[in-house]
């Protein structure tokens, strides 16, 4: 059974850093393709970060400089650093792994980004 569990989130001030950890099971983790992607309420899941197999990165031009994607093979994890935070960085947050056509979400874990 494939599993992926976010957690990490919680409320910070404009201004302050969070790191999201999304912990895989059930899946040969080194070969997947990690993302993290955000959603607010009646809006569509949206693109942050990924990182490759081979540790290549790309991130959505609103969190470039922000934010950091790293993963540990050794601990089936992918982090997500968020640093600079805005308001606008609010949203709940999902891990997913993708390798060939199979495809995993996690259940998503908030932050909220507020004084």
């Known amino acids: 059974q494939v599993q992926l569990v976010e957690s990490g989130g919680g409320l910070v001030q404009p201004g302050g850093s969070l790191r999201l950890s999304c912990a895989a099971s059930g899946i040969t983790f080194s070969s997947y393709v990690m993302s993290w992607y955000r959603q607010t309420p009646g809006e569509k899941r949206e693109f942050v970060a990924l990182?490759?197999?081979?540790?290549?990165?790309n991130y959505a031009a609103s969190v470039k400089g922000r934010f950091t994607i790293s993963r540990d093979n050794a601990k089936n994890t992918v982090y997500l650093q968020m640093n600079s935070l805005k308001p606008d960085d609010t949203a709940v947050y999902y891990c997913k792994a993708v390798r060939f056509t199979r495809t995993f979400w996690g259940q998503g874990t908030q932050v909220t980004v507020s004084s």
């Open positions: 990182i490759t197999s081979n540790d290549d990165t």
